[in-house]
């Protein structure tokens, strides 16, 4: 399996997959692909050894058809999280059946799939009822498939963690829909080491993997945590389901990609949570980092980019 392809390699999840895929690269002949409509967004993956980029609109059958020859494994990361019933079902199942389709044809040896948490076909939300119908258009006679369900992901950067917190640093209290909804947050790179990992583990073919950290959360919980170690925690108001609604509804009228939908208030109704249905990460040799092991240096710029900040202003003053 010396040629990966992945697609959605730019997001926040493919950015660590990526990574932890060069890392277990070492043969000449061996190839990692990430396939992108955006160059121009994803140029930053080129800072990582032996990745190339390649242009493609996986909507297209001609396009995704050229992008999957000749490759050994594929790794479909696109997801929504926001969108329409015609957008669901076109990225989270008309993509994943295509890509199923298209991989049987080519002899591709494994397909690796990032589902969600939740995911089934009597959820209440658009989003877990489409995940679900993608699990199952992907489910090919001629493909070997792993999927994968992560919680809500944590880590540099994240849009759940990282939100909350940076919307502390600007209101005085929060108004909080669904503040008992349950969570299980997982670290990025725990998935992304077990994305990476499974492609060394025959009995991941045809197994759906559950991915979660160790701790269970109420979504109040987590917004106190953020604030807390940003240095802005806020009072929380829990708000009662009419106007949670009627704030979601607000919130997808603004521009861009809203903070809240409905929709989302609907996939809150199901515990994103552990059910022992499926196994875990823990398959793989991974101990899930807890969130108060990472979050609270991230959240006070201790890592990544800024944590030479201080260091560079004494050697200023010097």
């Known amino acids: ?35 992108t409509r955006h160059l121009n967004r994803s140029g930053d993956l080129l800072t990582l050894p032996t990745l190339e980029l390649e242009q493609c609109n996986v909507h297209d059958d001609a396009d995704l058809r050229r992008v999957v020859h000749g490759r050994d494994v594929v790794i479909n990361l696109v997801g929504i999280l926001h969108g329409s019933e015609a957008e669901f079902q076109r990225v ?8 199923a389709q298209v991989c049987a044809a080519a002899g ?11 995911a089934d076909a009597q959820a209440p939300s658009r989003y877990l009822r489409s995940k679900a119908a993608g699990e199952a258009a992907l489910r090919h006679p001629g493909v070997a498939s792993t999927v994968f369900r992560p919680s809500v ?83 929380v108001v829990a708000l009662p389901g009419a106007l949670a609604r009627a704030q979601a509804l607000l919130l997808e009228a603004m521009p861009g990609q809203p903070l809240m939908s409905r929709d989302n208030l609907d996939s809150m109704k199901v515990p994103n ?27 006070a710029h201790r890592r990544g980019p800024d944590r030479l900040l201080p260091k560079r202003v004494e050697a200023h003053h010097h």
Not at 4 to 33: H, N, Q, T, W, Y
Request: charged fraction near 20%.
């Open 92 to 99: 989270h199942v008309e993509l994943p059946r295509r890509l």
């Open 273 to 299: 949570v552990a059910t022992g249905k499926h196994p875990g990460i823990e398959r793989f040799g991974i101990t899930p980092r807890a969130l108060d092991t990472v979050m609270p240096d991230l959240l």
């Open 153 to 235: 992901m944590f880590g540099a950067g994240d849009h759940f963690i990282n939100r909350f917190a940076s919307l502390q640093r600007v209101l005085p209290v929060v108004p909080l829909a669904c503040a008992q909804a349950r969570f299980q947050p997982v670290w990025v790179e725990d998935v992304a080491h077990a994305i990476a990992n499974s492609l060394d583990s025959l009995d991941a073919i045809g197994e759906t993997f559950e991915c979660t950290g160790p701790t269970v959360y109420t979504l109040r919980e987590l917004v106190h945590l953020a604030g807390r170690w940003s240095g802005h925690e806020r009072p």
């Open 108 to 118: 591709v040896q494994r397909l690796l799939h990032v589902s969600a948490l939740g």
């Open 1 to 35: 399996m010396n040629n990966i392809l992945v697609l959605g390699g730019s997001g926040f999840l493919g950015r660590s997959v990526c990574e932890k895929l060069v890392e277990r690269m070492g043969g000449a002949d061996e190839r990692l692909v990430v396939a």
